[in-house]
């Protein structure tokens, strides 16, 4: 990728609000051999380090293949596992050394799971994960290790055959576990949950999940979610309600695809092919054109560490708030009546209560025993709406305090 391209990539995750940028180094590219002499290109680490320090945006480093001339395969695919573990740890840990301070965060792969990413089995990732492993931690001290994000929920058993490797030890070869996630909006909480479970049982005490490719395509034709189709708006639809979905359900980090895949990767009849939030143009001067979804992201990204809910949760505790509140000012409305009540009647007890007197004066018995029984009926009725008025201060209280509550949750997206 040109370093004009490379640049606005850049560009476009930092206008996002991005904490982190995932972006491959080809170990093929990296390192080669003519004849007796190994040589290494570090010019393309280079420039994504200067780009990094410069808009000051991390990196994720996906260390995709192999070295062709280490590769396993008679043919010297960089897809195939390694001829010798000791020498691929020896060369990711010479990356890890050249960029330390720079890059603290690899991926061993892309979709390893995946015969398009890496024709070995398991047990042979198993070793290729712990190799990279201790080499990372060796020469670059800190550093963090991810699995390779295998492609979905199908790769169960797949990476339970990694961490089944005997002499391996790739259960404990990463620090953080690591998937792709892709699905409709309901099911993303059920696969957060299958995937911490799933990790858990290799690592007891817990390890952070994070998602490294999370999407949706714009073009509708591969909108699969029933409840959002309709081309780029639904797109940044999802994304509004998938990322704090994920979060909500304890995902540690998500990243979203940025970019378009470009033609050459998956062709033109694809979902990744519209999957990114941003459209970049193939030649220079690479042109971006930001799609909705890209607003949304920024937005999102803007509001952390407060986390909103999702549309559809937003509008039912709106509902809940408008119905609270209404109930709210009828409960006050009737309390504050019956408190003018009660101040009424008071006045018009006293009134009774110096007529009695008045009259006792003037020794006018029976005219006194009749105020009494009107006096004593209307403290009766005085009793009665004191209680009713407790009775409506204590439904107003809890109306009131309802509608407030509802009104955090929406602030705060608690």
């Not at 792969?109 to 990279?132: K, V």
């Not at 550093?143 to 929920?153: C, E, H, I, Q």
């Not at 953080?176 to 290799?202: C, E, I, Q, T």
């Amino acid at each position: 990728m040109p370093h004009q391209q490379k640049e606005r990539v850049f560009a476009e995750a930092k206008a996002m609000g991005a904490s982190s940028i995932r972006l491959d180094i080809e170990l093929h590219a990296v390192f080669r051999r003519y004849d007796r002499w190994d040589l290494r290109d570090w010019s393309g680490i280079d420039d994504v380090v200067a780009l990094s320090r410069r808009y000051g945006i991390p990196i994720t480093a996906v260390l995709t293949g192999v070295p062709n001339f280490l590769s396993a395969c008679q043919d010297r695919s960089e897809r195939c596992p390694p001829s010798s573990y000791h020498a691929y740890g020896n060369y990711v840990g010479e990356v890890a050394e050249r960029t330390r301070g720079a890059i603290s965060v690899f991926e061993v792969l892309n979709e390893p799971d995946t015969h398009a990413a890496f024709r070995g089995t398991p047990e042979e990732y198993a070793r290729m994960l712990s190799a990279a492993h201790d080499a990372i931690r060796e020469r670059s001290p800190g550093s963090r290790v991810l699995n390779g994000g295998v492609s979905g929920t199908g790769a169960r058993d797949w990476l339970a055959r990694v961490f089944a490797t005997p002499g391996a030890a790739a259960a404990s070869g990463f620090d953080v576990a690591n998937v792709h996630m892709r699905g409709s909006v309901a099911s993303l909480p059920r696969m957060v949950a299958f995937w911490k479970d799933f990790f858990r049982r290799y690592r007891p005490a817990g390890v952070p999940l994070w998602i490294t490719e999370h999407g949706y395509p714009a073009d509708t034709a591969y909108q699969n979610d029933p409840a959002y189709r309709g081309g780029e708006a639904a797109q940044a639809a999802y994304l509004r309600d998938s990322l704090p979905t994920l979060v909500r359900a304890g995902a540690a980090r998500i990243f979203v695809s940025t970019r378009d895949t470009w033609p050459g990767e998956f062709g033109t009849d694809s979902p990744y092919f519209s999957e990114g939030v941003a459209r970049v143009s193939l030649a220079a001067p690479y042109s971006v054109r930001r799609r909705p979804a890209a607003g949304v992201v920024s937005f999102l990204a803007g509001q952390w560490p407060r986390l909103p809910h999702t549309v559809p949760m937003e509008t039912r505790l709106a509902a809940a708030r408008d119905e609270h509140t209404l109930a709210c000012f009828q409960a006050s409305a009737e309390r504050d009546r019956l408190a003018r009540a009660l101040t009424s009647k008071r006045r018009s007890i006293a009134r009774l209560r110096s007529a009695t007197r008045r009259v006792a004066k003037r020794h006018l018995r029976r005219r006194a025993l009749a105020l009494k029984a009107r006096t004593r009926q209307g403290l009766r009725e005085l009793a009665t709406m004191k209680r009713r008025r407790a009775a409506a201060d204590a439904r107003a209280g809890g109306r009131c305090g309802l509608a407030r509550i509802h009104q955090a949750r929406i602030d705060t997206g608690s």
